[in-house]
């Protein structure tokens, strides 16, 4: 069964905390992103990476980096959290556009900052 | 991308098809239309895609008007498991991410 891990279900942490959000995919996709879900925004892409070590913003990439040293795994990182930053934040893994194949994603991270 | 339209809302019972409407009129020829689902507090799950021809597989129907602008997406035998906000997607190969609209909630009922 094809899969996206993300580390934590849920996670709570204070204003101004270093937060790192993992996820792991088990397909060998060259494809990862980085979404965040809010109501009434809907999903809204923060990174996404085709490679390793590659990386390039989606329409809401301030406040976040992100970190692919390994094929499989694609870490979104909150260098300084803020309680605008609390979501829920979601995961997902693709082989490439040119394929026109289906995206997996995992179960999610509700994520708060106090 | 093309933009989508699609109800906000819908009710089926148990057992019947529910078929969600997706209208895709800016469509453009190398856009595929791609249908999600997102249980409540899940991350969302692919169903089904297709470009032109009709598309089957064990989950549910697509069904594309010859024009391409709408499609319908068809869960033959509808069950309160598939109570979930339905997402339809248009995407060509070169576009990297899903762009998610609003979706409709379709609510099976017992």
């Known amino acids: 069964d094809v899969k996206v891990t993300q580390s934590s279900r849920y996670l709570v942490k204070r204003t101004g905390e270093k937060v790192f959000l993992e996820c792991v995919q088990d397909?060998?996709?060259?494809?990862m992103f980085w979404y965040r879900q809010d109501p009434g925004l809907g999903l809204r892409l923060i990174y996404f990476?085709?490679?390793?070590?590659?990386?390039e913003k989606g329409d809401i990439p301030e406040g976040y980096s992100v970190s692919r040293e390994k094929k499989e795994r694609f870490s979104l990182i909150l260098e300084s959290a803020s309680t605008n930053q609390t979501s829920m934040y979601l995961c997902?893994?693709?082989?490439?556009?040119?394929?026109?194949?289906?995206?997996?994603f995992g179960q999610g991270t509700r994520l708060t900052v106090v | 991308d093309a933009k989508t339209t699609q109800p906000p809302s819908m009710d089926c019972a148990e057992g019947r098809a529910a078929n969600l409407p997706c209208n895709h009129s800016?469509?453009?020829?190398?856009?595929?239309v791609y249908w999600y689902r997102q249980i409540h507090s899940q991350g969302p799950q692919y169903i089904i895609h297709?470009?032109?021809n009709n598309e089957t597989n064990e989950m549910a129907s697509l069904i594309i008007t010859e024009d391409r602008k709408s499609s319908t997406l068809i869960l033959p035998h509808a069950t309160l498991r598939d109570t979930a906000v339905y997402y339809c997607?248009?995407?060509?190969?070169?576009?990297?991410?899903?762009?998610f609209g609003s979706g409709t909630q379709l609510t099976v009922l017992p």
């Open positions: 990476s085709y490679d390793v070590k590659m990386k």
């Open positions: 997902a893994s693709s082989f490439p556009d040119s394929m026109n194949t289906e995206a997996f």
């Open positions: 800016t469509i453009s020829g190398n856009e595929y």
């Open positions: 297709g470009l032109k």
């Open positions: 997607i248009p995407r060509s190969g070169s576009a990297r991410q899903l762009t």
């Open positions: 397909m060998d996709h060259e494809n």
